[in-house]
């Protein structure tokens, strides 16, 4: 990439999205590939780790992850480097299996407010290409769009999310082409012991109880494991552990928002909830669960507008159990992503966590006991009463007794094999951070951010 280097140095963001399709590539990878050319350039500096931003993961057009991609670089070339920007994104991306990708370009330092609030609502709800293309034109942001170019949306979000709070890291690996569509060979032992000894500074690298390897995807895109921890230095050395006989091309770590619940922080008050909509939603159970087949869990409960909404807990999660133990009356916290009831056409809440705030007493009527004898009464008939067949002693009506519950106040969470990129685990509560974004202060990188073998 010649440059003439007479520019001004200046911060541009850089954000891009929908790159990929089912049948191959990723936008992390074509990432890598920006990323290594970048690195290669002198006059270009990395203010942040590139950022993998994870959005509303109720998206239907998704194609995996819902994941979009922000560089943040200081240069004094950016003209060159949007010529390198557009060429490769035309010739990476997977235009003739669907993908519509989006290149969003901001100058400056401070991202500006209404920016960072368009990011905010693609977190948790469906936002129009139009909106995008609007708030682009009235905030100078350059779009460029390929396809259907739907790609902007997560193009102009991933730019507006400064990941300023709670965040993880990724240090993602890439396969070489020659082993693309073949399965991935990883050492399970390696894996199940870098989950252990990293304990609490990774997440979802192995999941126990399913005995199953995390850390790889299935199908024939190039990322070959990616390990998800708290800092740069944790996933860099944890991936060298469990580097596979298979030669890679490399490595990239990403600041992401994976693993901490961020479209789950909004309360969906009742105008709120509609289809594909993500967040909480504090209500009351009003129809007890009934198991259905399958496994899955379903209920209903209302919000304090006193509206009703069908609610299911599918069985992969592993909620179903203490789901199936709720009973009218207990007040809950839902995590929810909202999808349509399609025999129905109305919303159903689908359930990522559960949290029981105050259980209601479960009161029921039985037949009195004899005061004498201490045997349970027999009922005499409709409106007649009840008598005891020992010492003939009678009772006009039922008793009411509380029956003990078979359940604990709580947050309860899905089995880590049915976590989506966003579901915070466990143990990261109480290990939130901050990454706070000062202007003119460039945070120095980790040495090995960027690897190519
Ligand atoms: P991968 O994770 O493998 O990179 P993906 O799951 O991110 O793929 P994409 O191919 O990027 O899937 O498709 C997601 C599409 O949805 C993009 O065009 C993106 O701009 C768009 N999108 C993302 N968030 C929203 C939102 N909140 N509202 C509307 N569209 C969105």
């Given at each position: 990439m010649?440059?003439?280097?007479?520019?001004?140095?200046?911060?541009?963001?850089?954000?891009?999205?929908?790159?990929?399709?089912?049948?191959?590539?990723c936008t992390t990878n074509l990432a890598?590939?920006?990323?290594?050319?970048?690195?290669?350039?002198?006059?270009?500096?990395?203010?942040?780790?590139?950022?993998?931003?994870?959005?509303?993961?109720?998206?239907?057009?998704?194609?995996?992850?819902?994941?979009?991609?922000?560089?943040?670089?200081?240069?004094n070339h950016s003209a060159q480097i949007i010529e390198f920007l557009l060429k490769i994104l035309r010739s990476e991306s997977d235009l003739l299996n669907g993908a519509n990708p989006g290149l969003a370009i901001f100058e400056g330092?401070?991202?500006?407010?209404?920016?960072?609030?368009?990011?905010?609502?693609?977190?948790n709800d469906v936002v129009k290409i139009e909106e995008a293309e609007k708030l682009a034109a009235q905030l100078s942001v350059q779009i460029f769009k390929y396809g259907q170019g739907l790609g902007v949306i997560g193009a102009m979000a991933s730019i507006g999310s400064l990941l300023e709070g709670d965040h993880t890291y990724e240090a993602i690996a890439y396969r070489k082409d020659e082993f693309l569509?073949?399965?991935?060979?990883?050492?399970?032992?390696?894996?199940?012991k870098v989950d252990i000894n990293t304990y609490p500074l990774t997440f979802n690298c192995f999941d126990k109880i399913h005995d199953r390897v995390l850390i790889a995807p299935h199908g024939p895109d190039p990322v070959f494991c990616g390990i998800r921890g708290e800092d740069p230095q944790t996933v860099i050395s944890s991936l060298h552990k469990v580097m596979p006989m298979e030669k890679l091309e490399g490595y990239m770590v990403f600041r992401t928002n994976q693993g901490t619940n961020m479209h789950l922080q909004n309360e969906l008050s009742q105008s709120e909830i509609s289809?594909?909509?993500?967040?909480?939603?504090?209500?009351?159970?009003?129809?007890?669960p009934v198991i259905i087949r399958g496994g899955h869990v379903m209920f209903e409960v209302s919000d304090c507008s006193n509206k009703k909404y069908p609610v299911a807990v599918?069985?992969?999660?592993?909620?179903?159990?203490?789901?199936?133990?709720?009973?009218?009356?207990?007040?809950?916290?839902?995590?929810v992503g909202v999808s349509m009831n399609t025999p129905h056409s109305t919303n159903i809440l689908n359930v990522e966590y559960l949290s029981i705030l105050k259980i209601a007493k479960e009161i029921v009527n039985i037949n009195p006991l004899c005061d004498k004898c201490g045997k349970r009464m027999k009922s005499e008939g409709k409106n007649k009463g009840f008598q005891?067949?020992?010492?003939?002693?009678?009772?006009?009506?039922?008793?009411?007794?509380?029956?003990?519950?078979?359940?604990?106040?709580?947050?309860?969470?899905?089995?880590?094999?049915?976590?989506?990129?966003?579901?915070?685990?466990?143990?990261?509560?109480?290990?939130?951070?901050?990454?706070?974004h000062v202007p003119n202060i460039i945070k120095a990188l980790h040495s090995e951010w960027f690897k190519r073998f």
């Open positions: 010649p440059h003439k280097g007479t520019e001004d140095s200046k911060v541009i963001h850089i954000g891009f999205d929908d790159t990929d399709s089912i049948a191959g590539r890598f590939k920006i990323v290594s050319k970048l690195k290669n350039e002198t006059g270009i500096t990395f203010i942040d780790y590139p950022l993998l931003v994870r959005l509303n993961p109720n998206i239907p057009w998704k194609t995996r992850g819902n994941g979009a991609v922000c560089l943040r670089i200081k240069t330092e401070l991202i500006p407010f209404p920016l960072r609030q368009f990011s905010r609502r693609a977190m569509g073949s399965p991935r060979k990883l050492d399970k032992s390696k894996v199940s289809t594909h909509r993500a967040g909480y939603i504090r209500c009351v159970v009003t129809k007890r599918y069985e992969p999660t592993g909620l179903g159990n203490i789901a199936s133990k709720l009973l009218e009356g207990d007040n809950i916290d839902i995590g005891c067949k020992i010492c003939g002693d009678k009772r006009d009506s039922k008793i009411s007794v509380t029956n003990p519950r078979d359940i604990q106040l709580g947050m309860f969470f899905p089995y880590s094999k049915a976590h989506r990129h966003l579901t915070k685990p466990l143990h990261r509560f109480g290990m939130e951070k901050n990454y706070p």
